[in-house]
């Protein structure tokens, strides 16, 4: 870490800083899903279904899986929304 951040310093290229930073680090994407409280997160190629701070899909390995499952209206995910805002009510409440 050291040796990163006295490179950052000397470095003046932009880019020699963000290819030696993301080095050893993961990097996360988030997407939101449009007309929906629903985001893809994708960390190390692997994408999954998210609303707020809990996962509800699988892991996929594209986004556009993620995307097709995160718009299917099921029983199953009715009942994930309703538990999730059942939480979000129940620590806002304490």
Do not use: A, C, H
Not at 24 to 45: Q, V
Not at 74 to 80: A, D, P
């Amino acid at each position: 870490m050291k040796n990163i951040q006295k490179q950052k310093i000397q470095s003046t290229n932009v880019n020699e800083i963000n290819s030696e930073s993301l080095k050893g680090e993961e990097m996360i994407k988030r997407k939101n899903i449009k007309d929906s409280p629903f985001e893809i997160i994708t960390i190390d190629k692997e994408s999954f279904g998210v609303m707020g701070e809990y996962r509800i899909t699988e892991k996929y390995k594209t986004v556009t899986k993620v995307k097709e499952e995160l718009e299917k209206i099921t029983w199953n995910r009715i009942v994930q929304v309703i538990m999730i805002l059942n939480e979000v009510q129940t620590k806002i409440n304490k």
